[in-house]
């Protein structure tokens, strides 16, 4: 350990300062700083439905529902002949409220009489497992939340909010932003090395306002982050680009899609707090 007239001698050598160490050393430091930060700034974002598929994948979910619980895998003695898949509207069928994705997951069915659950529960030839002593508390919460974002279960959405995501479906949006827009997908040679989640942090990084958002929507960029050397050289070396939707939505069709990531990043951030999900 350093003692006081070790730390001294450092700096000083009879008694005048050692300039050049002393600068040597702030440098140092500048830099240690400055790669601190920039490696923050990257970090890949982990958003709650991005954890969840991480869950359903290792807990073999997809194994019946189907890749990334899209479209069930064949099931001889299923309605339809398939184990259904979260997607397409399957989740009314099954679900009267949100309590229950929870009682499906834990239990292996739900705990009210609810006769479609009871009949599909019945007819399946893998039943559903029950996951309970498998799953986390926060792992739950993940998985849920994956599950919403995949069936676009949301009972209490405004109409306009949405008419909004039904448009942002038909224009392709969720295949790159996620499903619901909850879950970015890879996106080698850009900043964070993944396209951003409407709900997740990064979001706040590259919108700064509703102007910025129309920016994206209508250009495919945003003229603060295109002016900026660092935010440009990410942004035209990314390997997946942001289309230019100018041409393909009406103004109308512009606000409602703004509605909705607007209403998604609400409905999120109160979820999360309800939730509060151990990782």
């Known amino acids: 350990m350093l003692v006081?007239?070790?730390i001294k001698s450092l700096f000083y050598s009879n008694k005048k300062p050692r300039l050049g160490r002393l600068i040597g050393l702030s440098i140092a430091l500048f830099l240690l700083v400055g790669v601190s930060t920039a490696l923050w700034a990257r970090r890949p974002e982990i958003t709650p439905a991005i954890r969840g598929k991480k869950v359903a994948e290792r807990m073999g979910c997809f194994a019946c529902h189907g890749p990334e619980g899209f479209g069930g895998v064949p099931d001889?003695?299923?309605p339809g002949g398939r184990a259904p898949g979260w997607d397409n509207g399957m989740a009314v069928l099954y679900i009267n409220h949100e309590k229950e994705i929870e009682e499906w997951i834990l239990d292996g069915e739900p705990k009210s009489n609810n006769a479609h659950s009871?009949?599909?529960?019945?007819?399946?030839?893998v039943p559903m497992p029950a996951y309970r002593d498998l799953v986390s508390t926060g792992e739950l919460a993940d998985l849920k939340a994956y599950?919403?974002?995949v069936a676009e279960?949301?009972?209490e959405m405004p109409d306009e909010a949405y008419e909004g995501s039904v448009i942002a479906k038909?224009?392709?949006?969720?295949?790159?932003?996620?499903?619901?827009g909850m879950g970015g997908m890879e996106n080698p040679r850009s900043f964070t090395g993944i396209i951003p989640s409407w709900d997740g942090e990064h979001f706040e990084e590259l919108v700064k306002s509703d102007h910025e958002l129309r920016e994206w929507i209508i250009d495919g960029e945003v003229r603060r982050l295109m002016e900026h050397p660092i935010?440009?050289?990410f942004i035209?070396?990314?390997?997946?680009?942001?289309p230019a939707y100018k041409e393909h939505l009406s103004e109308e069709e512009l606000q409602k899609v703004m509605i909705y990531i607007k209403w998604l990043r609400g409905y999120e951030a109160k979820d999360r707090e309800a939730d509060n999900p151990i990782a």
């Open 236 to 242: 035209n070396r990314q390997i997946i680009q942001m």
């Open 76 to 78: 001889p003695v299923s």
């Open 147 to 149: 599950f919403i974002a």
């Open 4 to 6: 006081g007239p070790q």
């Open 170 to 180: 038909r224009l392709g949006c969720f295949g790159c932003h996620g499903p619901s």
């Open 118 to 125: 009871e009949r599909f529960g019945e007819e399946t030839l």
């Open 231 to 233: 935010g440009r050289f």
């Open 153 to 155: 279960y949301y009972p």
